[in-house]
Structures are given as C-alpha cells and as structure tokens.
C-alpha cells in the first residue's frame, strides 16, 4: 500500500521568503508525484508533476527516491501563493484517476 | 468548455436520507473519480470508473454507490446516509494516463444531521 506524508499541517512565511513544502512517501514500487493546489474558493488545481520536471508559478519540487521524498520549494514566497497544497502518489504505470493524497499543508504568505 | 460540473453546490440531509451527487463533464474523459475531502485527512477515492459502464472502489467506499451509464457522467449516490458522510466530494475527471492532469469539480459539500 502507498501512503503519502505532509509533516506539516501548517506553514507560515513572509512574503519574499523562500518557502518549502515537504512531502514524504512510501510505496514499494516506483511512483509517480504530483502536487495540487487549492486557492480560496476554487477548485483543486495541478500544480507540479515530477515526470515533466517543469516549474510553475515559480515553484520547483525533485524526486529524491533516496530519501523517498517529493518536497517543493519557491524562492521568493507571494501573498497570492497562499492556499492549501496537497501532495499525491500514483504508482508509475498506474493513472491518476486513482492518487493517494496527502493531508495537505495550508501555507500562508504573510504581507 | 465547461469542464468538471457538480451539482448541488450545498445540502443538508437527515440520517438515513438518500441523495445523488451529480457529476458531468465534457471532455470525453475516459477516467472520472470521487474522492471526499476531510478536515486532516486529506482526499480520499471513493470510487472511480474508467469507462462507460466499468467502475470500483476506492479507499473509502462503504455507504456509496456508483454507475457510468455515458462518458460523461458519473453520478454518487448515498442511501442512506449517515453523520459520518458529512464531507466536500469532489468529482473529477482525467484521460488515465499519468501524463495527464486530473481535472477536478467545484466539490459538494454535504452536512448530514
């Protein structure tokens, strides 16, 4: 079985801080990493995907399969980057119409 | 493109009401899922179909039934309900593979008394 870890219910930073969000996994096979985010009022959103290795809003995350981990990180945190943020597992060669989620961390920019 | 619809937006329901979460979307998306949504626990599936007439279970399936008559919609139902499902369910749909993004709906959130 897979599980998907966000130590971290809350975070807090200020704006222009860099800011990192942590995501652990266990699974025995490969995995495949996502993370979404939810923004105030709106709809669950694809952020990251490991397997493309793109950045978006300004946002990074690697796969280290060492330390079974899957954390993100922005440089220069924004007030509108705010939101709840989940990471999510599928194993490689599954879909992801079938993702493990974590708990989420609920980041805050302070201004 | 509308995209991933859910309907209602709110309801309220007594225990052991049954209902039906409405889910459509227009895509032509083979994969469309359910997951709930719980305060510290994350989203969790439900149920998901990867077909028209082909569905399982998820993680959390108990007290749920579904059925994928057309491409488009994948309609939950609750039969009888309980304070335990009081939830936001979340439709969404996806073409399957993992290069794909999963398109999610605007959620449902659902309080049972």
């Known amino acids: 079985a897979q599980r998907v870890t966000q130590p971290e219910k809350l975070l807090s930073v200020f704006k222009g801080a860099p800011v990192e969000l942590k995501c652990n996994y266990s699974?025995?096979?490969?995995?495949?990493l996502f993370w979404y985010v939810q923004y105030s009022r709106q709809r669950l959103q694809l952020l990251l995907r490991?397997?493309s290795r793109e950045s978006i809003k300004g946002f990074t995350a690697d796969l280290n399969k060492g330390e079974t981990s899957f954390h993100q990180k922005k440089p220069f945190a924004q007030e509108e980057d705010s939101a709840m943020y989940y990471c999510?597992?599928?194993?490689?060669?599954?879909?992801?119409?079938?993702?493990?989620f974590g708990k989420g961390t609920l980041l805050t920019v302070n201004p | 493109n509308a995209g991933v619809t859910q309907t209602p937006k709110f309801q309220v329901l007594k225990t052991g009401q049954s209902m039906t979460l409405q889910c459509a979307q227009d895509?032509?998306?083979?994969?469309m899922s359910w997951y709930r949504q719980d305060p510290g626990m994350g989203l969790r599936l439900i149920h998901y179909?990867?077909?028209?007439?082909?569905?399982d279970q998820g993680e959390v399936p108990n007290g749920y039934n579904v059925s994928r008559s057309t491409t488009e919609d994948f309609p939950l139902r609750l039969l009888s309900a309980a304070p335990s499902q009081t939830s936001v369910y979340f439709c969404?749909?996806?073409?399957?593979?993992?290069?794909?993004?999963?398109?999610f709906g605007p959620g449902t959130r659902l309080t049972v008394t």
């Open positions: 969404a749909s996806s073409r399957g593979t993992t290069s794909y993004e999963q398109y």
């Open positions: 699974y025995s096979g490969s995995p495949e």
């Open positions: 490991h397997i």
């Open positions: 999510a597992l599928t194993p490689r060669g599954g879909s992801n119409y079938k993702l493990t």
């Open positions: 895509m032509n998306h083979e994969y």
């Open positions: 179909s990867v077909g028209a007439g082909i569905t």
